[in-house]
């Protein structure tokens, strides 16, 4: 599926958390150095980026967001740097500056794409009063559609973290959470965690299998009062758990090059698409292609809504919809559930297309991401309807049924039932609009067997094939 990016430019987005400064110096390395066994670098350029927090705010202001940052710098040229930085991108700051104390800072020493030596600079902080910087984040709260709250263990959101989230669930501010550490009780009651693998289970327990991450996931969610927990697993790509069942993404598949602040790219992504209020599974299914565009890039880095929608356009090109045979639709509905997309399948002749089909198939549709349209051949139309039907041939009825917005693939059949084509497709949902029962539909037990569902949904009252084709020979006199 196709998700409309335009909203994004719609939210409002508060990130608090800890700043940084991420420094590059890049140079060659052609000697070993005769005063210690260390590599000379011959220094070529030097760069700066926000990191940390900044980086987040950076990520969702370049999907359009409007986005406020909150957090502690010291009074230093770093934060003149990171300010104005981020101004360019379009993030508000609002940075409480501590006279006497210094920005946190990486120095990263580069030669030929090769991190040789990092040099960090972080004192902590001391505060003489959580006041000033309390009354900051809840005011970026108040003004915002979803709060991000990056955490990296360097001391800005522990003294304010309580207070912070009591204020957000009494406002009703949904508050997103990158979290660190192996104490996530600090974060009960937030709305969503989205830590990686290795941090949930220094937190949760090792995990055997996906039936055991599934329980582990779902205990954390009860036992932290969460609304759901975004699980990144980096060549397995990401786990959503909530209410719903589990819902899974592969990783997009490219080279990687630089893991660095991946994970600041999919909460601000996922945030982005809550806050202009997109489904959460259309959220994370972004956050999971802005996630796989990120890591092909070095060092922080943010990710457009140009690269998105290519991202989009690519994925589109390798299934492409329309009227299709059924090896062609069983590779495009493999490619699709990679993608997370829910299949949803009917069928039925379609001879002559009325209201009462277009308006079931557009609830079918409803039901997920995919809607595919199983067509009777005319022979098989023949032995189900007699001798003088079908009314168009089946070229036609396809190609009309393909024509409709609601539906994705239409693919032909032979037999008087599709249950043969359905077993091969398992799709998500199996969907036959009537006054039949579930278990008597052709499919069910495969279906059902295979995790997925069957509904009966209402059609359109006086709507049907053969009181049109009534109406024509009574209008004719024959």
Known sequence: MTIDLSPLKTGRIAVIGDIMLDRYWHGDTARISPEAPV?????????????????????????????????????????QILEQSLAKSGVECDL??????HT???????????????LDTENGFTLDSNLPLLNAAKAAADQSDVVILSDYDKGTLRPILSELLDHCEQTNKPVLVDPKGGDFSIYRKATLLTPNMSEFETVAGKTSSEEDLTE???????????????????????S??????????????????????????????????????????????LANLAAGIVVGKRGTAFVSIEELQKAQQAQQSSHPLGVTTEPSLLK??????????????????????HAGHVYYLEQAKKLGDRLIVAVNDDDSVKRLKGPSRPVNTLANRMQVLAGLRSVDWV???????????????????????GDYKPQDIAGYQAVVGNGGEVLVTEVVEGCSTSTIIKSIKDQNGS
């Open 240 to 285: 959503l758990f909530g209410k719903d069942k589990p819902f899974h993404l592969p990783a997009q598949v490219r080279e990687v090059f630089d893991v660095t602040g991946a994970g600041d790219t999919v909460i601000a992504t996922l945030a982005a698409g809550i806050a202009c209020g997109m489904k959460q599974t259309d959220a994370v299914r």
């Open 411 to 433: 693919v032909p059949f032979s037999e008087d039932t599709p249950a043969r084509l359905i077993e091969a497709v398992l799709p998500d949902k199996l969907i036959k609009g």
């Open 332 to 353: 495009a509905v493999k490619i699709a559930k990679v993608h997370g997309e829910t299949i949803v399948m009917t069928n039925g002749c379609f001879d002559i297309l």
């Open 216 to 238: 582990k996931a779902q205990s954390l969610i009860d036992y932290l009062e969460l609304d759901a927990l975004l699980i990144t697993r980096s060549e397995k790509g990401m």
């Open 104 to 118: 946190i800072t990486k120095l990263r020493v580069m030669s030929r794409a090769q991190q040789l030596i990092r």
């Open 96 to 101: 409480i500056k501590l006279d006497g104390q």
């Open 39 to 79: 590599p000379v670098v011959r220094l070529k350029d030097t760069e700066e980026r926000p990191g940390g927090a900044a980086n987040v705010a950076l990520n969702t202001a370049h999907l359009g967001a409007k986005t406020l940052l909150v957090g502690l710098v010291g009074n230093d040229e770093q934060s």
